[in-house]
Structures are given as C-alpha cells and as structure tokens.
C-alpha cells in the first residue's frame, strides 16, 4: 500500500515568509509526528498527534510553529514568519498507535530553505 | 527521556557481519529499544524493536543484554546497500515519541 507522503518534496521562500508543509500519513494509522532535522543532526521531535488532538507539543520550537490534522488524517506544519534557522528537513511520520512498541513509518521528507 | 550511546562511526566489509553497539543505562521497565536506519536523502527507516528478549526479523537481529542496559543490532551479512546512518532509540511504554541522538554511521567497503 501507499506509504506517507508529503508535500511539497522542497519548498524555497524568503525571510519572513509563511510556509505549510503536508502530511499524508498511512490510511488507519492514528498516530502523526512531526520531526525536524538539520544537517548532520538526527531528526528532533516537533509534535504528535493522536487522532485530530495534538497529544504532544512540547518539541515545537517558539508560537511560529503551529500544526494541525483536523479531521484526523492529513497534517499541516504551518510556520509564520520565517527565519533562515528555519531551513531543515521537515520529516513527518505515522504509526497504528501511540503505543512505545508501535513501528514509524516515515515519509521522505520536505526540505524547507528559508533565503 | 532516557538517552543511548553509540560509536559516531563504523566501518564494515561486504558479506561480513556487522555488530553495532547501543549503550542505554538509564533506560527503564516500560522503555521499548528500537532501531532506526536512514539512508543518505531518505527518512528513516525502521530496522528492528524489542523489549527485553532477542529479536530477529528479515532485516536484522537485536541481541539485549540481561541488565538491558546495552543492545546490539547485528547485520548478518552487509551489503553495499547497509551503508547508512543507523539509530538506538528508547521509545517509552505509554508514547511514542523517538528521541534521536546523532547515530553510528556505517560504510561498507567493497
């Protein structure tokens, strides 16, 4: 089956530019994450959500971060105003549950370059 | 969140075992230890989980120690196309947050 997309594969904007990131997680998976990776670094944890609910915050960096997944399925990374340490790849990923055994299934990432 | 330790890089040969070392000493009762790999312009890609017995899947082998406190993801037989970064995670009982350090980077040589 279909794995996570997302969308767009590479976004380029200005400074102080608002940008949105898709997520297209596996159908039925209930859980969503989003991670950010710079070069060189592992990927850091953002957010995750279980079902339409954010479960889990507390990885977002500052209040220009917001993300949403209002009916359950697909996710949106919006961030407002942005800064050249911004530029990253934004990893999202999916997984039946919540549950500490459950596999991540991740998508290839969109590579955000803030100019 | 508890954190893991591994070496910053490794080096194999093709169709050659390769044993990657994953020290976690914090680590506890509900915490699932997982294996992640990323290949270079990829997402990562799950490898292998237990909790306290061996594992083995198609992939790989996870060997735990009895204390838990070290793990080891063993490759049978390397190929050129195991060459990737290759991630120790704890994953903890109730969530199921990754925390990422920074990897064992692994090259297989010809």
């Known amino acids: 089956g279909a794995g996570v997309s997302q969308t767009p594969s590479n976004k380029v904007t200005e400074k102080g530019k608002y940008v949105e990131l898709r997520c297209d997680p596996i159908?039925?998976?209930?859980?969503l994450y989003w991670y950010r990776q710079s070069l060189g670094q592992g990927p850091e944890f953002l957010i995750y959500?279980?079902?339409?609910?954010?479960?889990?915050d507390s990885g977002l960096p500052n209040d220009r971060f917001f993300a949403v997944r209002p009916e359950g399925s697909v996710s949106t990374l919006k961030i407002q105003r942005t800064e050249r340490g911004d530029s990253a790849v934004y990893l999202c990923?999916?997984?039946?549950?919540?549950?500490?055994?459950?596999?991540?299934?991740f998508g290839p990432g969109t590579r955000l370059l803030v100019l | 969140d508890a954190k893991t330790t591994q070496p910053n890089s490794m080096e194999s040969n093709e169709e050659e075992p390769v044993h990657l070392p994953c020290n976690h000493s914090?680590?506890?009762?509900?915490?699932?230890i997982h294996w992640y790999r990323q290949l270079p312009s990829q997402g990562p890609e799950y490898v292998i989980h237990?909790?306290?017995s061996n594992v083995n899947n198609r992939m790989a082998s996870l060997a735990i120690a009895e204390d838990r406190k070290s793990s080891t993801l063993i490759l049978h037989r390397a190929t050129l196309r195991d060459a990737a970064v290759y991630y120790c995670?704890?994953?903890?009982?109730?969530?199921?947050?990754?925390?990422f350090g920074t990897g064992t980077l692994l090259a297989v040589q010809p």
């Open positions: 990923a999916s997984s039946p549950g919540l549950a500490g055994r459950e596999t991540q299934y």
């Open positions: 159908s039925g998976h209930t859980a």
């Open positions: 959500f279980q079902g339409t609910g954010a479960a889990d």
């Open positions: 914090t680590i506890s009762g509900t915490d699932y």
């Open positions: 237990g909790l306290t």
């Open positions: 995670i704890l994953s903890r009982g109730a969530t199921n947050k990754l925390i």
